[in-house]
């Protein structure tokens, strides 16, 4: 079987890795990939979000399956034209997409099925969003209603950096023009519960966890996440099944009765809060770095259990009974701005996931992104999978890399 792959991350290199492992699939190829990529696929000059040349090119090449990575191909409604075209595809529609395209949307359709999150309210004008977070109470939430790559959201300590978020998103449009929800501030530990879904079928992944701050304690800015592991020990039976019951099952069977059922990954971004389990935001997409742990400690076949879902059957998924911990390698400098060019050495083993990497014009591997490279171990414990995950982090050698050294830490501490 051809399987075509679109997008170039981390993400993408673990479902391209998961793939390779698969005995149906004898070609890969990845739209665009990246160096580690083409280590097991070949990688085809096409933008991911360049929708009419993927789906020629999976014409061309009679490609039995695509896969696809980013929210923004989905957005755009990739799925729907590789479909027209008569191409089976694993993902959702651009209709199901916006439970991640639009926070509004998602918020909606929270309300009205009873589905656990933040209270909120939206607005369009910035004099309403003003007047109404002179009297909220701080922290408050003030997120951008639309794909704005991690960064259209803002915690507000207080009423002066609200108005700074209100002023950035309302009326100078730094991410376009659009609207944005105010939102209740909730606390607790986050989780990602990504399930694979057909319809009203939900089929759960292992639970992660991503590391959002920069550095080593959360400290630091936020980022796109330095680091994730898997499975979580501080989510008992209880959390599962709420998180299952009263929040991914719901979710999907909402998106059927609003006719837009969803066909792909559905992800959940909870949270575990004093008062139950509660919903951050939905993703309809892996994902990243949460994948690059997931997927290896997958036994069964991928490619047999994205067919599946294409095809309106239900998915075989096993899973080893190890520790998963993977650790982000960024630029310094990273979520910041950073150089890129520098020369990667020793990054060959089959676990460390390439995020933003290129061959330069010498045939030397150099940072190409802020978040370069991703190393993953597993262990019979987390602090053990920590300390394999550090050592294949000491082996690389580049002088423009830092990362964090405690993800998993607080889990493993604790148990
Ligand atoms: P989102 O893109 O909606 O996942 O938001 C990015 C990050 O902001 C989340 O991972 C949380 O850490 C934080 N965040 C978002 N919404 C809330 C909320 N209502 N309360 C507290 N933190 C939040
Ligand atoms: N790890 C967060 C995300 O994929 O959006």
């Given at each position: 079987?051809?399987?075509?792959?679109?997008?170039?991350?981390?993400?993408?290199?673990a479902?391209?890795?998961a793939?390779?492992k698969?005995?149906?699939?004898?070609?890969?190829?990845a739209?665009?990939?990246?160096?580690?990529?083409?280590k097991l696929?070949?990688?085809?000059?096409?933008?991911?979000?360049?929708?009419?040349?993927?789906v020629?090119?999976?014409?061309?090449?009679?490609?039995?399956?695509?896969?696809?990575?980013?929210?923004a191909?989905?957005?755009?409604?990739i799925?729907?034209e590789?479909?027209?075209?008569?191409?089976?595809?694993?993902?959702?529609?651009?209709?199901?997409?916006?439970?991640?395209?639009s926070?509004?949307?998602?918020?909606?359709?929270?309300?009205?099925?009873?589905?656990?999150?933040?209270?909120?309210?939206?607005?369009?004008?910035?004099?309403?969003?003003?007047?109404?977070v002179?009297?909220?109470?701080?922290?408050?939430v003030?997120k951008?209603?639309?794909?704005?790559?991690?960064?259209?959201?803002?915690i507000?300590?207080?009423?002066e950096?609200?108005?700074?978020?209100l002023?950035?998103?309302l009326?100078d449009?730094?991410?376009?023009?659009?609207?944005?929800?105010?939102?209740?501030?909730?606390?607790?530990?986050?989780?990602?519960?990504?399930?694979?879904?057909?319809?009203?079928?939900?089929?759960?992944?292992?639970?992660?966890?991503?590391?959002?701050?920069?550095?080593?304690?959360?400290?630091?800015?936020?980022?796109?996440?330095?680091?994730a592991?898997t499975?979580?020990?501080?989510?008992?039976?209880?959390?599962?099944n709420?998180?299952?019951?009263?929040?991914?099952?719901?979710?999907a069977?909402?998106?059927?009765?609003?006719?837009?059922?969803?066909k792909?990954?559905?992800?959940?971004?909870?949270?575990?809060?004093?008062?139950?389990i509660?919903?951050?935001?939905?993703n309809?997409?892996?994902?990243?770095?949460?994948?690059?742990?997931?997927l290896?400690?997958?036994?069964s076949?991928?490619?047999d259990?994205?067919?599946?879902?294409?095809?309106?059957?239900?998915?075989?998924?096993?899973w080893?009974?190890?520790?998963?911990?993977g650790?982000?390698?960024?630029?310094?400098?990273?979520?910041g701005d950073?150089?890129?060019?520098?020369i990667?050495?020793n990054?060959d083993?089959?676990?460390?996931?390439?995020?933003?990497t290129?061959?330069?014009?010498?045939?030397?591997?150099?940072?190409n992104?802020?978040?370069?490279?991703?190393?993953?171990a597993?262990?019979?414990?987390?602090?053990?999978?920590?300390?394999?995950?550090?050592?294949?982090?000491?082996?690389?050698k580049?002088?423009?890399?830092?990362?964090?050294?405690?993800?998993?830490?607080?889990?493993?501490?604790?148990?």
């Amino acid at each position: 079987m051809k399987v075509l792959v679109v997008g170039g991350g981390g993400r993408e290199h673990a479902i391209v890795y998961a793939l390779s492992k698969s005995k149906k699939v004898t070609e890969i190829y990845a739209a665009p990939g990246n160096a580690g990529i083409a280590k097991l696929a070949v990688c085809v000059n096409i933008k991911d979000t360049d929708i009419e040349n993927i789906v020629n090119f999976a014409k061309d090449e009679q490609i039995d399956l695509v896969v696809v990575g980013p929210e923004a191909s989905l957005a755009l409604g990739i799925i729907d034209e590789l479909q027209k075209a008569g191409i089976k595809a694993f993902g959702p529609s651009k209709g199901a997409a916006q439970i991640e395209s639009s926070k509004n949307f998602a918020k909606d359709l929270m309300s009205k099925y009873n589905i656990p999150t933040a209270r909120y309210e939206v607005f369009e004008d910035y004099n309403d969003a003003i007047s109404y977070v002179e009297v909220a109470p701080f922290p408050t939430v003030i997120k951008y209603d639309g794909l704005a790559a991690g960064k259209g959201v803002v915690i507000a300590n207080n009423f002066e950096e609200a108005k700074a978020a209100l002023k950035d998103m309302l009326l100078d449009d730094k991410f376009g023009h659009g609207k944005v929800v105010i939102e209740e501030y909730l606390e607790g530990p986050e989780f990602s519960f990504m399930c694979f879904v057909d319809g009203t079928n939900v089929y759960p992944l292992q639970l992660a966890q991503d590391h959002k701050r920069a550095y080593d304690n959360d400290m630091g800015p936020n980022t796109g996440g330095m680091g994730a592991y898997t499975p979580l020990p501080f989510i008992t039976e209880d959390d599962y099944n709420q998180a299952l019951n009263e929040i991914m099952i719901p979710t999907a069977k909402a998106l059927v009765n609003e006719e837009i059922p969803f066909k792909g990954v559905l992800y959940g971004g909870l949270m575990k809060t004093k008062k139950g389990i509660k919903v951050i935001e939905f993703n309809c997409r892996f994902g990243d770095p949460e994948t690059e742990v997931v997927l290896p400690k997958l036994t069964s076949d991928i490619y047999d259990a994205f067919m599946a879902i294409v095809d309106g059957k239900e998915p075989v998924l096993t899973w080893d009974d190890k520790y998963y911990i993977g650790v982000v390698l960024a630029s310094k400098g990273y979520p910041g701005d950073y150089k890129k060019g520098f020369i990667i050495e020793n990054a060959d083993d089959d676990h460390i996931f390439h995020m933003g990497t290129k061959v330069d014009e010498k045939g030397n591997l150099v940072t190409n992104g802020g978040r370069v490279l991703f190393a993953v171990a597993n262990g019979n414990t987390l602090e053990e999978a920590n300390k394999k995950a550090n050592q294949l982090v000491d082996g690389i050698k580049c002088e423009n890399l830092f990362h964090r050294t405690d993800i998993g830490a607080k889990a493993y501490k604790k148990f």
